[in-house]
């Protein structure tokens, strides 16, 4: 049970810090993107007249004051119509100078719309801004620039290790006092109880688990007492019944020593008796004989 909270616990904290990191990730980003479109603005409206782009002197120092300005810009480019497309006319990275711009650039300047995406630049995460740049009305080209997000990304890790190291200290903290909570509430019960067993196992009925809750190792606890107090309620009964059962025996087999006596003092006497009676019938014999005797003599005289 409290294994099962613990889990759901961690789980909506995650969560919700996630969702928390993930909202305030987007709402960096969209500052961002406004700091960005602030700055489009403002170079679209440093070129006031058609004659300003002929001097590429005085738009490059623009481009570096800006750059200069904010150091989160690592290049900015203009590009300006050739024919049916769109070149770099002018980039602080002097190595684009001539070369054709990115897909967006044609579609900011045919649509008169500011472009902004999250892209990559050797391997690091920039803003890539497209804003047309507008002279007396005319549209005359892009800008293009790109804006790192190192800053941003280094916050959004910087709470992403912060939540990391304040759920690793929640969940240290939280394993800490679930040990505690197993430790008192169930497993120092388990081990009384375990004691009791072997007291029991040693014939010690009168032991008792000290129950100190009403949760599932309490009603465990209190079973264990009624057990023992059962098995001590049965062994006082057998033990009174082996008693009466002794005593009923030793009053029988005295009644049957006291039986056989008397059948033996009966045996006695009527041995007695049948040695009486032999004797009776031997000496009527004799006399029946001696009369007998006296008979056949009377006769003869």
């Given at each position: 049970?409290?294994?099962s909270i613990?889990?759901v ?13 993930r909202?305030?990730?987007?709402s960096?980003?969209q500052?961002f ?7 489009a603005?403002?170079l679209?409206?440093?070129?006031q007249h058609k004659d300003?782009l ?10 570096h ?9 690592l ?12 070149r770099i ?7 684009m ?12 300047y ?9 892209t ?6 920039v803003?890539r ?14 800008y ?9 990304d ?10 990391v ?15 505690i909570?197993?430790?008192y509430?169930i ?11 072997e007291a ?6 009168g ?11 309490g ?13 001590k309620?049965s062994?006082?009964?057998?033990e ?24 033996e ?6 041995e007695?008796?049948?040695?009486l ?8 014999i004799?006399?029946k004989g ?5 008979e ?6």
């Amino acid at each position: 049970m409290i294994l099962s909270i613990f889990i759901v616990f961690t789980f909506l904290f995650s969560l919700f810090a996630f969702m928390e990191i993930r909202e305030h990730r987007r709402s960096l980003e969209q500052s961002f993107i406004l700091k960005a479109t602030s700055i489009a603005y403002a170079l679209d409206a440093n070129i006031q007249h058609k004659d300003d782009l002929k001097d590429e002197a005085t738009v490059l120092s623009n481009i570096h004051k800006r750059i200069w300005l904010d150091p989160e810009i690592l290049r900015i480019s203009l590009n300006t119509p050739e024919e049916d497309e769109l070149r770099i006319f002018i980039s602080s990275d002097q190595g684009m100078k001539g070369r054709i711009p990115d897909a967006e650039n044609l579609n900011s300047y045919d649509n008169d719309v500011l472009v902004t995406k999250f892209t990559y630049v050797d391997d690091l995460r920039v803003l890539r801004v497209i804003t047309p740049v507008h002279v007396s009305g005319s549209l005359m080209g892009t800008y293009e620039f790109d804006m790192t997000l190192e800053n941003v990304d280094e916050r959004i890790n910087e709470e992403v290790r912060y939540f990391v190291f304040f759920l690793s200290t929640i969940t240290l903290l939280s394993i800490t006092i679930v040990f505690i909570i197993l430790r008192y509430v169930i497993i120092r019960p388990l081990y009384r109880i375990n004691e009791g067993v072997e007291a029991i196992a040693k014939g010690k009925l009168g032991h008792k688990v000290d129950v100190t809750s009403n949760d599932e190792i309490g009603r465990l606890g209190q079973a264990f007492n009624k057990m023992t107090e059962d098995l001590k309620k049965s062994r006082k009964s057998i033990e009174e019944y082996s008693k009466t059962l002794e005593k009923k025996v030793a009053e029988r087999t005295k009644q049957l020593e006291e039986s056989k006596k008397d059948l033996e003092s009966k045996n006695d006497e009527l041995e007695r008796f049948n040695r009486l009676a032999v004797g009776r019938e031997i000496k009527m014999i004799e006399l029946k004989g001696k009369i007998k005797d006296l008979e056949e003599k009377n006769k003869d005289s």
